[in-house]
Structures are given as structure tokens and as C-alpha cells.
């Protein structure tokens, strides 16, 4: 299986702030990586598919980067509605995993 | 819109099965496009793919759960279903369904997702 591993696991940022998650891949798995936002209560919103690629309706603040192993999400400029969670997903193989989630919660 | 919704006991007792079943809306479970999966997260713990199934019934299962999952569709209803046998404690967790599609640009990704159910494990 190929593990994902985000850090950090939390993260304490502002309204405005620049925020970056990583997330590293036990084996290269090209560009295919995919990103989530969790809210409690809610169903996961898909973000970010290709490593890069904004899904439909995703704010354009929101970017990520990356191939092979290491990967980043960056939230240019954090706004209320973006305290959440954040996971990241290895969409190469089977059995499809996930990171183990960033919280981004107010500071 | 599609919509998942997920239904089913929240409590179930250990060594029981927990029968769980999502209910589409919005969109036809029998489009040859997407897979349906099951999905979990333990509280505090990250996601974990269980499994999926494509309108023409085949399956692929998590290697960590395949001896105790099965997971079905019934197109008639625009549902499928989660059976997890044999439960214990480890079990507890929020469970989701999720629609998935392949791409070659993005691979194996989930766009579609329901708001989960908790299930307790527990006498």
C-alpha cells in the first residue's frame, strides 16, 4: 500500500494568512493527488485533482503543487469559511489512501 | 446535484455484521462512468477507502477488510451497500459513501461525497 503522510497535523492561522500543507507519498505516484476539505458535520468537498488541477467552484486562493513524492496545498489568503480539515489521497493504485488530515483551525 | 446519503444503524454490538446503504439522488447509479465507494474515519484518524463497486456489480475491496466487506448495488433502487462482518470496537468509526470517476489526467479520485454516519461498535 502507499502511504500518505501530511504535516503538519495542525496548523493556527489568521484571517488572511498564507497557509502550505505537505503531503509526502511513500512511493512516486506521478501527479495523481487529490485533496479534500472536511467540515464537521458535513460531506467532503473535493478540492484539487491532478496534484494541481482546481476542481469546478474551487476558490482559485486555493493551489497545489507538486510530483512524484512530496506535494503541497497553499490557501493564499485564509478566509472564515476555510477552517477545516484538510486530507490528501494518492489516486494511483489500488488500495486508494489517505493522508492522515492538517486541521487548520483559528488562531 | 448529486447527492449521497448515507442510512443504517448507528449502533451495532461486536461480533455483529453493520449493514450500512447510500442512497443516490441527482444522478444514475447504473452510468458506467463512476464506481460507488465506501469510506471511513475513525475519530481522530485519517480516511480509509474500504471499497467500491461499479454498476456492473464488480467489486475491489481494501486488502485490510476484503475477508470481512461486501458491498453490493441494487440500480433498481439507485443504491448500493455496505455489509462489514464479524465487527469489534476498531470498527467504530464515521462511514461514508462517495462517488468516484477515473480520469487519465487524475486518476482514482472521489468528487461526490455523503455526510457520513457514525457507527458505534459497542455491547
Known amino acids: 500500500d502507499i502511504q500518505m503522510t501530511q504535516s503538519p497535523s495542525s496548523v493556527s492561522a489568521s484571517v488572511g494568512d498564507r497557509v502550505i500543507i505537505t503531503c509526502r507519498a511513500s512511493q512516486g505516484i506521478s501527479s495523481w493527488l487529490a485533496w479534500y476539505q472536511q467540515k464537521p458535520g458535513k460531506a467532503p468537498k473535493f478540492l484539487i485533482y491532478?496534484?494541481?488541477s482546481l476542481q469546478s467552484g474551487v476558490p482559485s486562493r486555493f493551489s497545489g503543487s507538486g510530483s512524484g513524492t512530496d506535494f503541497t496545498l497553499t490557501i493564499s489568503s485564509l478566509q472564515p469559511e476555510d477552517f477545516a480539515t484538510y486530507s490528501c489521497q494518492q489516486a494511483d493504485s489500488l488500495p486508494l489512501t489517505f493522508g492522515g488530515g492538517t486541521t487548520v483551525e483559528i488562531k | 446535484q448529486v447527492q449521497l446519503q448515507e442510512s443504517g444503524p448507528g449502533l451495532v454490538k461486536p461480533s455483529q455484521t453493520l449493514s450500512l446503504t447510500c442512497t443516490v439522488s441527482?444522478?444514475?447509479?447504473?452510468?458506467?462512468?463512476?464506481?460507488w465507494s465506501w469510506i471511513r474515519q475513525p475519530a481522530g484518524k485519517g480516511l480509509e477507502w474500504i471499497g467500491r463497486?461499479?454498476?456492473?456489480?464488480?467489486?475491489n475491496y481494501n486488502p485490510s477488510l476484503k475477508s470481512r466487506v461486501t458491498i453490493s448495488v441494487d440500480t433498481s433502487k439507485n443504491q448500493f451497500s455496505l455489509r462489514l462482518s464479524s465487527v469489534t470496537a476498531a470498527d467504530t468509526a464515521v462511514y461514508y459513501c462517495a462517488r468516484g470517476h477515473y480520469s487519465d489526467s487524475g486518476g482514482y479520485v472521489f468528487d461526490y461525497w455523503g455526510q457520513g454516519t457514525l457507527v458505534t461498535v459497542s455491547s
Open positions: 441527482g444522478g444514475s447509479i447504473s452510468s458506467s462512468s463512476y464506481y
Open positions: 463497486i461499479y454498476s456492473s456489480g464488480n467489486t
Open positions: 491532478a496534484a494541481s
